[in-house]
Structures are given as structure tokens and as C-alpha cells.
């Protein structure tokens, strides 16, 4: 993930303050609210990590058969993600 968890936690305090100050939310309990955002962050964010994983476990399953062809790893990594990532119709 690109971003520290603290940073994160900011950016979901300060998203939760701005929609309630905006009038485009209401909430009672905002640091409940304030969790919600900050969770459904840390999942979005946290996207590219579990692609990054995916691939490599794909990666390691062809490791010989990419070891006779001799095929680049670093080029390999960025097909099989550019393919995960359509798959997944996720924005990165």
C-alpha cells in the first residue's frame, strides 16, 4: 500500500468531516462512521497488494517453464497484473 494505516485514518476523519459539513450526510454516531470510512479505505488501498500476491503465486506455479523459455520476470509481473486488474475492473 502506498499510504501509511495512520494516514489513512486522517484521510478517513477528515472525508467524514467534510460529507457532514457539506450536508451530504447525516450521522449521529461519527466515529462509527468515521470506522466505515476508514475501513472501506484500507480495502480499496490494500487492492493492489492482494494483486501484487495473486501474481506472484501465478507467477511462482510457472517459475521452470518460464526459466526454459527464458522469459523476463519483470515482464511477465506487469501482463499477468494488467490481465488480474481487468479482471478484478479495478482502477489502480
Do not use: W
Amino acid at each position: 500500500m502506498l499510504l501509511s494505516k495512520e494516514y489513512v485514518g486522517y484521510l478517513a476523519r477528515e472525508v467524514t468531516k467534510r460529507l457532514i459539513a457539506g450536508k451530504l450526510i447525516e450521522a449521529d454516531a461519527v466515529p462509527a462512521v468515521t470506522e466505515r470510512v476508514h475501513a472501506a479505505l484500507l480495502e480499496e488501498m490494500s487492492l493492489e497488494d492482494r494483486i501484487n500476491d495473486e501474481v506472484r503465486v501465478i507467477l511462482e506455479a510457472y517459475s521452470e517453464e518460464m526459466r526454459k523459455t527464458g522469459a523476463n520476470y519483470q515482464e511477465m509481473f506487469r501482463k499477468v497484473k494488467s490481465e488480474l486488474v481487468r479482471k478484478y475492473k479495478a482502477v489502480l
